[in-house]
């Protein structure tokens, strides 16, 4: 070994080489803030509540609250609409979000940049500012308010993240595979079918799992736009005096299934590596 | 099937001509829907918002255009309430919560991205976005509920005498930004995260290469590369904050009403349409005056790229 070598070797070659327990620590503090409201919701939805409202008082365990969500009255119809709503805008953003986004990263095309724009401001924009515009275009065009209008709006804002999801799933990609398929005698609808449908998968499952997830989550937006129905975060937001425990357990309930989905979609990734 | 035998073989001018024509239309059918449904229901809505809040009129006789300027005026001049005030005022937690958010991320990015094995990289990751699993608004009323007069936090605190007996969190400015940056740490942390993880390790070999110590390293090669990241999580962060009516409702009080809050309640509450959609339109503009002039000052990349 030469001494250049020598000295090159002992020098910290880049931060992943340099150890101090500062940045450490930052980040676990950090996780343990975060995990703070979690916490007291978990172990609260197990606290027997004898006013039907959380208390900060130990009254001892019970699993009452979840053998008996329905009983909190429209909690349970609120939960249905919340998930009904997820899927269905899931769905519809993923079904229209797909070509377009195959159409902005592989197609020139008259308005392009206009599109990427809308899209853009789309994400950007605050929640109320879109609910409120959403709420004017309602009332000018005379369509009420209610479970229409909340899937309408919940699909517009969906359909900017499948897009972005997706067109980071296809930058790099390239048309090779197709093109070889074409070449071999595949028909584009074959070809798109048997090559670029499968790529694009795990990039439209990812899409279609966070569209669930902001759709499940957006109180904002929903408030202007819902009439007389109300979502989850809407019945939660509602409840103005304490919350009632069967709330704690609806939330529990959707973070265990929320975090399974996640850890689920990534062992499935570990597992085929190319998509 | 005959078709394509016959194209394959003597390639006629006819077919040639139909799939130039494909290859012209193709984005069109594949983008048409979405396209459409965004012009109707985003762009379409957001000038709609402007023209609404240039109408007269009430909620029982309905709302004429009437090209009514002078509410943008009546909100900064002769207002009962002083909208102004509340602007600033959410302007002012937006861009406190932002800073919050980039001291606390930062670090957590670096060491995500620089220490963290790659072993652990994805579970490590996922802690930080935990919260993402739980409803926002139940996130924030279990602030309330912890923070509270009679919770734990000020109990325990008053017991070892450390805060007088009227002590409070909730309702001051304080409970309300540190509300906003806990909810939207994650929005800050992601996208330092991607634009660390993105910078080529060799670039700090050459930084050392030319003798620069750990300090210069960082503030001359890391944070400059990592500028992108930044401003994606600012604009999501600030305009987040900015517009947020939850936080101030659930953590503040009379002192920490924002505009957000007032839009929501003109709107939905008071059903002066035109007002809200003025107020709308003005937070609007605010946001996109300071984010243009934040990308001139400081310079970005192509901002479209980032989200």
């Known amino acids: 070994m030469t001494a250049a070598n020598q000295l090159v070797s002992e020098l910290p070659l880049n931060p992943r080489a340099r150890r101090r327990p500062l940045l450490p620590i930052i980040y676990w503090v950090v996780v343990a803030i975060t995990l703070v409201p979690i916490a007291v919701m978990v172990v609260y939805s197990f606290n027997t509540a004898p006013n039907h ?9 019970t699993l009452n609250y979840y053998a008996h969500l329905a009983d909190l009255s429209g909690l349970w119809q609120a939960f249905v609409l919340s998930i009904v709503i997820a899927i269905a805008s899931g769905l519809i953003s993923v079904i229209v979000g797909t070509p377009l986004a195959l159409a902005l990263e592989r197609h020139r095309f008259w308005g392009k940049r206009l599109l990427t724009g809308i899209l853009f401001v789309d994400i950007a924009a605050p929640s109320i500012v879109v609910g409120a515009a959403a709420l004017s275009f309602f009332l000018s065009i005379g369509l009420h308010t209610g479970v229409t209008t909340i899937l309408l709006v919940h699909v517009t804002f969906n359909i900017a993240y499948v897009v972005v999801t997706l067109r980071a799933r296809l930058s790099g990609v390239g048309t090779a595979l197709e ?35 902001m759709s499940i989550d957006d109180y904002v937006i929903t408030s202007f736009v819902a009439g007389s129905a109300t979502t989850f975060p809407l019945f939660v937001y509602g409840v103005k005096t304490g919350l009632p425990p069967q709330v704690l357990c609806m939330g529990t309930i959707i973070f265990a299934v ?18 | 099937m005959t078709a394509v035998d016959t194209s394959a073989m003597t390639l006629p001018p006819a077919p040639v001509r139909g799939r130039r024509f494909a290859r012209y239309a193709t984005p069109y059918l594949l983008g048409g829907v979405g396209s459409l449904w965004l012009i109707v229901l985003f762009l379409i809505p957001l000038i709609s918002q402007l023209l ?13 255009l009437t090209w009514n300027w002078s509410v943008y005026r009546d909100i900064f001049v002769g207002a009962d309430v002083n909208y102004l005030l509340f602007l600033g005022r959410s302007l002012l937690f937006g861009a406190t919560a932002t800073i919050i958010t980039i001291v606390v991320a930062y670090p957590v990015a670096y060491f995500l991205a620089f220490r963290a094995s790659a072993r652990w990289k994805n579970g490590l990751l996922l802690l930080i976005m935990l919260s993402f699993f739980v409803s926002f608004i139940i996130r924030t009323n279990m602030w309330v509920f912890l923070l509270g007069g009679q919770g734990p936090v000020l109990s325990f605190l008053r017991n070892l005498h450390l805060v007088g007996a009227d002590a409070h969190v909730l309702g001051t400015a304080g409970a309300v930004i540190g509300g906003m940056a806990y909810n939207d740490l994650a929005f800050m942390v992601l ?27 960082f503030f001359r090669t890391t944070l400059p590369l ?9 604009l999501l962060v600030f305009i987040d904050t ?51 002039a934040y990308a001139r000052v400081f310079g970005t990349d192509n901002i479209e790229d980032l989200v």
Request: aromatic share 10%; hydrophobic share 50%.
């Open chain 1, 179 to 213: 093109q070889a398929a074409a070449d071999l005698g595949a028909s584009p609808v074959n070809a798109f079918f048997r090559i670029t449908l499968p790529i694009m998968m795990p990039g439209i499952v990812a899409s279609f799992m966070l569209a669930l997830a």
């Open chain 2, 191 to 217: 996208p330092i995260y991607v634009a660390l993880e993105r910078i080529d390790p060799r670039l700090f070999e050459a930084a050392q290469d030319l003798y620069g110590n750990q300090r210069a390293v």
């Open chain 2, 52 to 64: 609404v809040s240039l109408m007269t009129g009430n909620i029982d006789q309905g709302y004429q």
């Open chain 2, 226 to 234: 990592s500028r992108s990241g930044i401003f994606a999580g600012i």
């Open chain 1, 53 to 61: 409202r959380i208390t900060y008082v130990w009254h001892g365990f």
């Open chain 2, 242 to 292: 900015v517009g947020d009516p939850v936080n101030p409702s659930l953590l503040g009080g009379q002192s920490t009403y924002t505009l957000g809050q007032a839009i929501q309640n003109v709107y939905l509450t008071q059903q002066e349409y035109n007002v809200a959609a003025a107020l709308s339109t003005i937070m609007m503009i605010a946001l996109g005056i300071i984010l243009f």
């Open chain 1, 258 to 275: 929320g975090l399974l989905l996640a850890l689920l979609n990534g062992a499935l990734n570990r597992r085929r590596p190319v998509g």
